[in-house]
């Protein structure tokens, strides 16, 4: 009997070494892909490319199946690069991970899939796909401190419905112990994190490359200048450290927050009192639903950052603007995140933050 072809976003990391496993221990044939989406190296030690490639041939000969290299580096300019620019220059703080599992990884990768002829894809991304009377769902993962479906909720369901998800039930502790018992050499290899394209490396260092420095002041809530920013794109709503101003008020010594961006006066204002923080709606557009578009008002939890608890809110919407009011204030919503809508372990699908309220302006 024929097995069937599965073709496996590989990265040299754990998670995806392990689905592997899974996977050829489900019967499937599996064939490795490993997508390198960012091309320029400058030299540092943050430019792991090489290195992850190198791990993950490891792993494919390692449990005996082909593995492919992809360059997908133009593509991710011109498609998730390119908007990450736009929005900081917009004074948002974008979050590029949900538009490059649109994008490239259920994007491009399922073009790949297609013109090889393979109906299924996989990833060692922690969530867990059902399909009931035909109809594909989302779940959070077992392990709700890895859960990635936050980051999958703007992929459209129709292309992560071709997608398994083999370490839906395990937690990453599991993970790893797997890939030990079985011999494969990054069952403790650090987790990637930050921007997928920037790994490691200084934030500011890397964006200085791309986005011009405008300094400007910081103001309190009173427009008494306390400071100097070096410009508005370096900055993030509840942002506590690196402002480089003191902390007295009052002869006590307290922190500042970043509690407003202007783009039309370039000035950060910001504030000691972390109530000032607090937003108990946004409004949000660019919706993706991952379930039958509801039509009326619905009560659900949402979350707008990730790792945060989904928090209890209704959503009104119209057309393809959604608007959230939560029931109680969330601290530092952040226009360019994502909204996250859930209902149980069920992901209803997401939305693109583009403005907030804040809760004492009631």
């Not at 979350?303 to 919407?317: D, H, K, N």
Request: glycine share 8%.
């Amino acid at each position: 009997m024929r097995r069937t072809k599965v073709i496996l976003g590989l990265s040299g990391g754990v998670d995806s070494a392990v689905a592997a496993k899974l996977l050829l221990e489900q019967g499937y044939e599996v064939v490795g892909v490993f997508m390198k989406n960012w091309d320029e190296d400058d030299g540092t030690e943050y430019c792991t490319a090489e290195a992850d490639f190198s791990d993950a041939q490891a792993i494919a000969d390692k449990l005996k199946f082909p593995l492919e290299p992809i360059n997908f580096a133009h593509e991710y300019w011109e498609r998730v690069f390119t908007q990450f620019l736009t929005q900081y220059n917009h004074g948002w703080t974008p979050n590029p991970d949900v538009l490059c599992n649109r994008e490239i990884k259920f994007g491009l990768f399922l073009e790949y899939a297609n013109a090889q002829g393979v109906e299924l894809i996989a990833t060692g991304h922690y969530a867990r796909a059902e399909t009931q009377d035909g109809e594909f769902s989302l779940h959070r993962g077992s392990d709700l401190q890895k859960d990635q479906t936050y980051f999958l909720s703007g992929v459209p369901r129709s292309k992560l419905s071709r997608c398994l998800f083999p370490l839906a039930e395990l937690t990453k502790t599991e993970v790893r112990k797997i890939a030990q018992d079985i011999g494969i050499s990054v069952h403790d290899k650090k987790d990637s994190t930050g921007i997928c394209f920037i790994g490691e490396r200084r934030f500011k260092d890397f964006l200085a490359r791309y986005v011009k420095q405008e300094k400007g002041e910081i103001v309190d809530t009173n427009n008494r200048v306390v400071g100097e920013h070096i410009g508005l794109p370096y900055y993030t709503l509840g942002q506590r450290t690196g402002l480089g101003i003191g902390g007295r008020r009052e002869g006590v010594e307290a922190p500042w927050y970043v509690m407003q961006k202007n783009q039309k006066t370039n000035q950060i204002v910001v504030t000691q009192h972390d109530s000032d923080l607090l937003n108990d709606e946004l409004e949000a557009d660019s919706m993706n639903w991952l379930v039958d578009e509801p039509q009326e008002i619905a009560e659900c939890e949402a979350m707008v950052r990730y790792r945060q608890s989904p928090q209890p809110c209704f959503i009104t919407f119209k057309d393809n603007h959604v608007h959230v009011r939560f029931k109680s204030p969330q601290r530092a919503i952040t226009p360019g995140q994502y909204a996250v809508f859930y209902q149980d372990t069920l992901c209803l699908g997401s939305a693109l933050i583009n403005r907030v309220f804040p809760a004492n302006d009631k």
